[in-house]
């Protein structure tokens, strides 16, 4: 867009100019846009930019577009003729801005498919229709993988309004909530009343749809539209001691998988997972709530006939703080019913000798509603998932592919198990326009020590938002399969409040060096008798070698069957006289 000689000041004097709009913010309770200077050339050159303000102010973006384009009233006075122009907009935008990184690698090539976004046929086929009638311009395929790329990188709706603007996504958001919605009244969570029967002192909490999109650590595609949790309760309104008891839930740590695939290598044990459906309103409800009862208002978009309607709750609901422990409680009833008991202190991994109706040695570990079971034998296995199926609602996965985000490999003729996080660590990659740089040797350079002298005085929020990213993904990486991170996550973790370019760097550095090895996993294997199920540990410290406190740092590894299963990098909690 031009603007004339008043909006701008080049070298102290008044300058017309060409500007491209680089992004929107708020500054001070006011919105405005951040602008790149194209025009004149020289200024283009030096990097010039500057912040528009979008409505208020002397000179905006309203009265610019009113002297370009003579008041205009509608997006049709602007040039904007229908809805394909503003997707085709996007498209090569878009591309514009990424092709650098996302486009040019040859190094190494995609993991991800970008002819669709979906893994299920019918929600491509919706999909297309949807790109190609609500944009008619997008022909080439090009176009069209750009765009599946764009939407299979997508974030989550945060709230109804939001997600009901994603439109090529609309009919998915829609069908989702309905499904919900129809679920819970067939399991029977609900029983109706009216505002006016409710005693004095009965609470009344909000509820709302919570939007998650979930992705096949596979192939990387979006594998299923989930209103995750639900129906949710607003559930941090609620006061412990008065509407519910306790909220605390054990679930194992990323540890006890990564134990069960090595002893499923190492002794050829079956390793299956099953996925309960709606998970919490399978518990059994806890004794608690004002009146022993807990009530929720209509969810946004719920249509009733009568008005002053509210609901009972008869169900653990997601949102309730206590419903993952209410699930916990009951299923950890369930398998001491079977003959299990917990392991160590591991309060929601079970097992059970062989004898009675299991002939094998079962292992079981939950993970809220995701669960792996290991078993010698096959159909044992099969007996105890037809049991457990029998009394609640899921889905038999049959052998783990996917666990908890990361891709797992069986190959039982070569006796190994191998967990990968290939297609995440790609999607954190793009995002951060880190796909396809050059790749470094190390996660940090050797010697680095950051220091809280490097963090400036005000953090620039565009920078605070991009490093609070970074390293909050880096850490998913860390507990899942990655210990080479574990250093650099420890260092880079500490200035997360306050960031500066230092730290930004150095964090940078880490996905270059991720990028070299993104598709590196953990590969465990069947040793020999004598090695077979043997714990190995390294453990080390640095003495005094964090800058700021003095104090040391230490970093250990477990390891068995080939490959490690637990690690940490971590500053010691007190000054030491030695390491």
């Not at 001070?28 to 283009?44: C, S």
């Not at 997707?87 to 970008?114: K, P």
């Not at 949790?229 to 006890?256: K, W, Y």
Request: aromatic letters at 10%.
């Amino acid at each position: 867009m031009k603007l004339p000689k008043s909006y701008w000041i080049y070298k102290t004097r008044y300058t017309a100019c060409t500007i491209k709009v680089r992004k929107a913010k708020s500054q001070k309770q006011t919105a405005v846009v951040e602008v790149d200077v194209v025009t004149p050339v020289k200024a283009k050159e030096e990097g010039q930019w500057f912040d528009l303000p979008v409505s208020k102010g002397q000179w905006n973006v309203r009265d610019a577009l009113n002297i370009a384009f003579s008041f205009p009233k509608t997006v049709g006075d602007l040039g904007i003729q229908s809805a394909a122009s503003v997707l085709s907009t996007m498209v090569m935008e878009w591309g514009e801005a990424t092709g650098s990184q996302q486009w040019s690698s040859t190094r190494r090539g995609s993991n991800l498919d970008l002819s669709t976004p979906f893994v299920d046929t019918e929600m491509t086929r919706v999909w297309k229709a949807a790109v190609q009638g609500g944009a008619g311009t997008l022909r080439s395929k090009e176009d069209v993988e750009r765009l599946s790329l764009s939407d299979s990188m997508e974030h989550d709706p945060a709230n109804s309004k939001e997600a009901m603007q994603q439109e090529r996504f609309l009919d998915f958001w829609l069908d989702a909530e309905k499904a919900e919605w129809d679920g819970l009244w067939s399991r029977q969570c609900f029983k109706k009343w009216k505002r006016s029967e409710l005693a004095p002192n009965d609470l009344v909490f909000g509820s709302r749809y919570h939007y998650k999109i979930k992705h096949d650590a596979i192939s990387g595609k979006i594998s299923k539209f989930k209103v995750r949790s639900r129906l949710v309760v607003m559930g941090h309104c609620m006061q412990e001691g008065v509407d519910f008891n306790d909220a605390f839930a054990p679930v194992p740590h990323t540890t006890i998988g990564r134990l069960m695939m090595s002893t499923a290598a190492a002794e050829g044990l079956h390793l299956h997972s099953i996925d309960l459906s709606q998970a919490f309103i399978q518990a059994d409800r806890l004794p608690e709530g004002v009146n022993g009862l807990v009530f929720i208002s209509q969810p946004p978009g719920c249509k009733e006939d009568e008005e002053g309607v509210v609901y009972e709750c008869l169900r653990p609901l997601y949102g309730i703080p206590s419903s993952a422990r209410a699930l916990h409680v009951t299923l950890t009833k369930w398998f001491k019913e079977q003959g299990f008991s917990t392991v160590g202190f591991e309060d929601s991994v079970w097992t059970r000798p062989a004898g009675g109706r299991y002939q094998s040695r079962i292992t079981v570990s939950a993970h809220i509603d995701n669960l792996l079971c290991s078993c010698v034998d096959l159909n044992v296995l099969q007996l105890l998932k037809a049991d457990f199926l029998t009394r609640f609602d899921g889905t038999d996965d049959g052998q783990v592919e996917q666990y908890l985000g990361c891709e797992v490999v069986f190959d039982r003729q070569a006796c190994t198990v191998t967990l990968r996080q290939k297609v995440y660590a790609e999607r954190v990659l793009r995002t951060y326009c880190m796909w396809g740089c050059a790749t470094v040797k190390t996660p940090m350079e050797p010697g680095t020590r950051l220091s809280k002298a490097d963090s400036p005085q005000h953090v620039d929020p565009v920078l605070h938002r991009r490093y609070r990213g970074i390293v909050g993904h880096i850490s998913f990486l860390v507990s899942c399969m990655r210990p080479d991170l574990a250093f650099a996550y420890s260092e880079l973790s500490k200035f997360v409040q306050f960031p500066g370019q230092v730290h930004l760097k150095a964090a940078e550095r880490t996905l270059q060096y991720l990028m070299g090895t993104y598709d590196k996993g953990l590969t465990y294997r069947r040793l020999d008798e004598r090695r077979r199920n043997r714990l190995k540990g390294w453990v080390d410290s640095e003495y005094a070698s964090d800058p700021d406190t003095s104090r040391s740092v230490t970093g250990y590894v477990m390891s068995m069957n080939g490959a490690p299963l637990s690690w940490k990098a971590k500053r010691q909690g007190c000054v030491t006289l030695s390491s």
